[in-house]
């Protein structure tokens, strides 16, 4: 389990005296652990997309400041989460699951979607995705 790995993760930081990463992890882990003591994948995804977020918004709003802290944060964050499919790979996803339709139109929308991610789950971004499911219903 991903949870289980970054508290293995925040010890061996912790061990290694790497600050940034054993602050980094332990509030992480306070974060996706404070509804459940041992949350499910998809849970502490969402809370290292929502950490990995506000660190690039932090990024972003100190143009020319030192940034390396909030680099390496990055990182760490990024080093956690699942390689993404690239456009052409989302597209063939997209095309696949359109062509297995019985009937094609804008109203089949939710179900290529919900297919989607059930097969690829958090491996597929689904805002990259809309746009091209909304083409090929279209077409």
Do not use: W
């Amino acid at each position: 389990m991903l949870f289980d790995r970054l508290k293995t993760d925040r010890l061996q930081a912790m061990k290694a005296r790497d600050d940034v990463a054993k602050n980094l992890l332990g509030t992480l882990v306070a974060a996706a652990g404070k509804d459940d003591k041992s949350p499910d994948d998809d849970t502490v995804l969402r809370t290292i997309r929502a950490f990995l977020k506000s660190v690039e918004e932090t990024i972003g709003h100190m143009s020319g400041r030192d940034t390396a802290v909030q680099q390496r944060e990055k990182e760490i964050l990024e080093s956690y989460l699942p390689t993404m499919l690239d456009e052409a790979a989302t597209r063939a996803a997209v095309e696949a699951i359109v062509a297995s339709l019985p009937e094609r139109s804008p109203r089949q929308m939710g179900k290529v979607m919900a297919e989607l991610k059930a097969r690829y789950g958090t491996t597929i971004d689904l805002k990259l995705a809309n746009p091209l499911v909304k083409e090929l219903l279209s077409a």
